[in-house]
């Protein structure tokens, strides 16, 4: 905190993510800096597409957080930041090291955590918060609420902050039930809500609504809202799985995958990543190849403004044995595949061992494909 106070600021920039996680994370740093004294602002982004990078790091004097996101793009950061702000970086995906001494990736892989099994993008962001002033333990089942997202029992810091939300009655353990004694509600509840407000509601208000709703809890207006933004995905998700299973799912050696198009019109990106990890488990897919999908991008980006070109955004999920193939180097990661599949157009790719996605122009879909393919065929251990 001693440099952020240096910096003489009155109002500090948080962009994070878009998912339950981002939300949760947006909604600790918020909280945390507030109570500090700090005004804050939040832009919620899908995916750190360079020209908005470059905007919101043209000026100088400025304290910048990136929650959730930003640690694969440190190298990005660095670049169009050139000293000019103090920028934190709370994220758990897998990191790039910063070449600015004013970037300061706080990422927990950089201390040998994993970002797939041991902290979420919240649990990064309340240790921060827990650090910076230990009153906001009161904030560990938000980090509890991001960490819904990585598969299975809570394990190692995560583990860690779920014994200090119970000792501390922030919570309520019945079972496998986790209570949040202040909103009413469970750790369970608010991440499925977060999830369909950030990424379902993107373009209407959602993830404001959910970085309220996260500190606040769940109004009757809020539940009422994402349902109703809940049965517009699931119809979409029918029609679209209706589609592939009448043999819209296309196949290469080492690839299955699909162009959602237009099929997620007026929802945000995330939704198609949501929509493979869902598919991973349908009988449709073959468990031993990468899962890739397509869908096209609206040209905006909600408290910024209009974006330049047409873009596609590209999610890859790796099916359950597909994933011991990973986890034994025998085959490359979701993150690794995008980053060699999109070299030279992709924007933003990132994300972990079995899932991942990136931005590209929407004239690529077929290129990456065939790239993805000739780098899976040449990878070696």
């Not at 860690?160 to 079972?175: F, H, P, S």
């Not at 595949?337 to 879909?365: C, N, Q, R």
Request: net charge negative; proline share 4%; hydrophobic share 35%.
């Amino acid at each position: 905190m001693e440099e952020i106070n240096a910096a003489n600021v009155s109002e500090i920039l948080i962009i994070h993510h878009d998912d339950a996680d981002g939300l949760a994370s947006a909604a600790i740093a918020k909280t945390a800096l507030e109570r500090e004294g700090y005004q804050t602002k939040t832009l919620c982004l899908e995916k750190l597409f360079p020209e908005v990078v470059e905007t919101i790091h043209a000026e100088e004097g400025k304290v910048i957080f990136y929650c959730d996101i930003g640690s694969p793009h440190a190298p990005e950061i660095s670049k169009c930041n050139e000293g000019r702000n103090l920028v934190v970086i709370l994220d758990h995906h897998d990191p790039k090291p910063a070449t600015d001494p004013k970037v300061y990736d706080l990422n927990l892989e950089h201390y040998g955590f994993r970002g797939e099994t041991d902290f979420s993008g919240a649990t990064c962001n309340y240790l921060f918060a827990r650090t910076i002033n230990e009153e906001n333990v009161d904030l560990s089942y938000l980090a509890l609420v991001g960490s819904r997202e990585i598969p299975g029992e809570p394990r190692s810091l995560n583990k860690l902050v779920l014994e200090e939300a119970e000792r501390n009655e922030v919570i309520q353990v019945k079972g496998k039930s986790l209570r949040i004694r202040k909103l009413g509600t469970t750790v369970k509840e608010l991440f499925s809500k977060l999830q369909i407000l950030g990424a379902v509601g993107y373009y209407q208000g959602g993830p404001e609504m959910g970085v309220k709703a996260a500190v606040d809890g769940l109004t009757a207006e809020i539940r009422e809202f994402t349902e109703k933004l809940e049965a517009k995905r699931k119809e979409a998700n029918k029609a679209l799985l209706e589609r592939l299973r009448r043999g819209g799912l296309n196949e290469t050696e080492h690839i299955q995958w699909f162009d959602a198009g237009d099929a997620y019109r007026g929802m945000g990106a995330k939704t198609i990543g949501t929509f493979c990890s869902y598919l991973t488990y349908q009988r449709i897919i073959n468990p031993r190849k990468y899962l890739l999908g397509f869908m096209h991008l609206e040209p905006r980006i909600p408290g910024y403004g209009e974006l330049r070109g047409d873009y596609a955004k590209a999610s890859v999920r790796t099916p359950k044995t597909l994933s011991k193939f990973v986890d034994g180097g025998r085959m490359p990661t979701a993150v690794k595949l995008l980053e060699e599949s999109t070299s030279g157009f992709g924007i933003a790719a990132d994300g972990h061992a079995y899932a991942a996605s990136v931005v590209l122009p929407s004239d690529m879909k077929q290129r990456t494909v065939e790239k993805a393919e000739e780098f899976i065929r040449k990878f070696s251990p």
